[in-house]
Each structure stands twice: as C-alpha cells, then as structure tokens.
C-alpha cells in the first residue's frame, strides 16, 4: 500500500474525528482503503511468520508451524 493511500485513510479519521459526516460514497472509499490495508498488513505479517525460525534445546533451527 502506498503513502497517498495511507495519508487519505487518515484524512477521513480527522474529519471524522473533528466531528464532520462523511458522505456515502467517502464511506464506501474509507471502507475500501481499510480492508486494503488490513490485507496488507496481514501480508507482511504472514510473510515475517514465514521467515521465523524456533531454535530447538538441541541446537538446531525449527520452521514455525503454521496454523489453521
């Protein structure tokens, strides 16, 4: 996700929280750009998990299991 993406999520949390209402179809745009920030977090977080390893008493690098 891009800066201008994030810097307009934020935009609509300060007018919301300044007390402004936002118009249906800026609801529909902030709703958009929070689930594709969400999926990005996510990513980048499954993409670190996949990356971790467990270091076993006996030494040795463990892959960390994935859940279901």
Known sequence: MDQQKID???AFARRVKAGEVLSPAELTER???RKEYIASVKASL???LDRT???GPDGKEHKLPRKK
């Open 31 to 33: 709703d958009a750009l």
């Open 46 to 48: 499954v993409g670190q």
């Open 53 to 55: 390893y467990i270091l």
């Open 8 to 10: 307009r999520i934020n």
